[in-house]
């Protein structure tokens, strides 16, 4: 058992924390909005704290999976911050989506402090993260990592330590890259089929098993019939990380016109009010077009 605080209970930290309290963990909680942290712990257990602080105050590791760069700098640095709080030997795991620039900005504070820092953000939504099946990038020292590992297994189906600070966060960019053009591919398949007066789902049961298969695909392509998009990662937060992957594909000098275009067509689906729809909306708004 290890003493533990984590730091966001959104709709993936609430799960994670939740599986970390399953596998045996003593799980001290904080949430910006105390409501939230007051229902997890009368749900499940574990303590609540009143700050970043307080939380992190006799763990041996925080975890935190909070909004954007902003949120994750006033949940480290603020004077009611986890590093306040944190001891020199303690390690600090982050699961929040944020630059690789705020990363190594805090993992190198947090390495005056004596405190090890792994940046880990994760992939595999909330069905993932409730069904602790999340996919988790790594990237911080080897040792840092070799702690964090076992606590993180709790709630993985994979994690692996891609480099040096900031590694774990570039490997996510990577991912959204592929998931933008794949939801944007698999809609335009999708609307194709329905304006071809075709039945998609059995277009789909057979092209899934070729090369066209994906996940989007086997996961995402019964609701986008349906037009439902009341579940997984909301547009809101996939317009957040292609900002982040855009600006650093311009400090790398990559070209990602895909991925800048998707960006736009998300942006397109916000001014439809679809800002809290899951990303396979995008099929939504080409059904606007062709009307």
């Not at 909005?33 to 590791?61: F, L, N």
């Not at 702690?147 to 960019?173: F, N, V």
């Amino acid at each position: 058992m290890t003493r533990l605080a984590f730091l966001g209970l959104g709709v993936m930290g609430g799960p994670m924390a939740g599986h970390l309290l399953s596998a045996g963990h003593e799980v001290t909680v904080w949430n910006r909005t105390p409501a939230r942290a007051e229902a997890w712990v009368a749900a499940r257990g574990g303590r609540r704290a009143d700050s970043a602080r307080a939380a992190a105050e006799g763990a041996e590791v925080v975890l935190a999976c909070v909004g954007n760069d902003d949120d994750l700098r006033a949940v480290c640095l603020s004077p009611a911050g986890a590093f306040a709080g944190m001891a020199a030997g303690t390690l600090f795991i982050d699961h929040t989506t944020v630059s690789a620039r705020v990363t190594r900005e805090l993992q190198a504070v947090a390495a005056e402090r004596g405190i090890g820092f792994v940046d880990a953000p994760v992939s595999g939504g909330q069905a993932g993260a409730e069904n602790g099946q999340l996919s988790v990038m790594c990237g911080g020292a080897e040792a840092d990592f070799a702690r964090a590992e076992p606590i993180i297994a709790a709630y993985a189906r994979i994690c692996r330590r891609l480099g040096d600070s900031g590694a774990g966060q570039l490997a996510k960019m990577v991912n959204q890259i592929a998931i933008a053009g794949l939801v944007q591919g698999l809609s335009e398949a999708l609307h194709f089929a329905e304006e071809a007066g075709l039945d998609g789902r059995a277009v789909v049961e057979v092209i899934s098993q070729g090369a066209a298969g994906s996940w989007q695909m086997a996961n995402r392509h019964g609701t986008m019939l349906d037009d439902r998009f009341d579940h997984g990662f909301a547009v809101d937060w996939m317009r957040k990380d292609l900002g982040i992957v855009l600006g650093t594909a311009d400090e790398l000098g990559a070209s990602l016109p895909v991925t800048a275009l998707v960006d736009q067509f998300y942006k397109d689906v916000q001014r439809m009010g679809g800002g809290r729809w899951d990303t396979s909306s995008l099929i939504r708004r080409l059904r606007r077009v062709a009307r």
